[in-house]
Nanobody
Framework: QVQLVESGGGLVQAGGSLRLSCAAS????????MGWFRQAPGKEREFLSR????????WYADSVKGRFTASRDNAKNTQYLQMNSLKPEDTAVYYC????????????WGQGTQVTVSS
């Protein structure tokens, strides 16, 4: 099992920045990739980014490419999402997730952290 805890959400003005953290515990050696997702009220969950745990390769959704940067610190079992140039439409609950392999998909999810961007 892998447990995930997000932190770093909050209220920020448009154009501002936030950095989200996701601390993993438990069987972290089994993690293949970690991702970030968000869900706004009345909308479906949206994929934002993913990072491979060993090599650090990253992928991003077009909606956040160039503004958000995913990173990880293996020693701390933590992944991060640096969010710059935030827009009101970025307001959502942000979740981190972990997958043990591409075939398994994201099996483990954090509880979410609220990000609110005011105009």
């Amino acid at each position: 099992q892998v447990q995930l805890v997000e932190s770093g959400g909050g209220l920020v003005q448009a154009g501002g920045s936030l950095r989200l953290s996701c601390a993993a515990s438990g069987l972290t050696s089994s993690i293949y990739t970690m991702g970030w997702f968000r869900q706004a009220p009345g909308k479906e969950r949206e994929f934002l980014s993913r990072i491979t745990w060993s090599g650090g390769s990253t992928w991003y959704a077009d909606s956040v490419k160039g503004r958000f940067t995913a990173s990880r610190d293996n020693a701390k079992n933590t992944q991060y999402l640096q969010m710059n140039s935030l827009k009101p439409e970025d307001t959502a609950v942000y979740y981190c997730a972990a997958a043990r392999s591409p075939a398994r998909g994201y099996e483990y999810w954090g509880q979410g952290t609220q990000v609110t961007v005011s105009s």
